[in-house]
C-alpha cells in the first residue's frame, strides 16, 4: 500500500511559478514509476508528467513541454512537478500517482494504481 500526499497548489498569475511536491509512504519507493495528472472542471482527467523509478526517464504532455520538469528524490520518497511560464488553460487539480511498472514512465490513469488527494492550481490572466 502507498499513500501519497501532494502539496504546492495555489493562485499564480500567467508567466509565474509554483512546485508541487508529492510524499510518498512505504520503502519501495524506488520501484514505482511517479506520474503526475491533471482535471480540469467538466473535462477528464488528463495526463501531465511521468518518471520512471529506477532511471528517472521522464515523459511529458505536448502541452506542458518545456514549460514542467518532473524529478524525483528516492531518499526522501517524494516526486516534485516544476511549473513554470503557466497559463490559464493549466488551472486544474492536480494529482500525484504511482505505478508499480517502475522501469517505465507510463502516461495511462489506468496504468497507476495509487493517487493522491489533488491539489487545487489556479492561474489567473
Known amino acids: 500500500q502507498v499513500q501519497l500526499v501532494e502539496s504546492g497548489g495555489g493562485l499564480v498569475q500567467v508567466g509565474g511559478s509554483l512546485r508541487l511536491s508529492c510524499t510518498a509512504s512505504?520503502?519501495?519507493?524506488?520501484?514505482?514509476?511517479m506520474g503526475w495528472f491533471r482535471q480540469a472542471p467538466g473535462k477528464e482527467r488528463e495526463f501531465v508528467a511521468a518518471?520512471?523509478?529506477?532511471?528517472?526517464?521522464?515523459s511529458y504532455s505536448t502541452f506542458v513541454a518545456g514549460r514542467f520538469t518532473i524529478s524525483r528524490d528516492n531518499v526522501k520518497n517524494a516526486v516534485i512537478l516544476q511549473m513554470n511560464s503557466l497559463k490559464p488553460e493549466d488551472t486544474a487539480v492536480y494529482y500525484c500517482?504511482?505505478?508499480?511498472?517502475?522501469?517505465?514512465?507510463?502516461?495511462?490513469?489506468?496504468?497507476?494504481?495509487?493517487w493522491g488527494q489533488g491539489t487545487q492550481v489556479t492561474v489567473s490572466s
Open positions: 518518471i520512471s523509478g529506477t532511471n528517472s526517464q521522464t
Open positions: 512505504g520503502r519501495t519507493f524506488l520501484y514505482y514509476a
Open positions: 500517482a504511482a505505478s508499480p511498472h517502475g522501469g517505465h514512465n507510463p502516461t495511462l490513469a489506468s496504468e497507476y494504481y495509487y
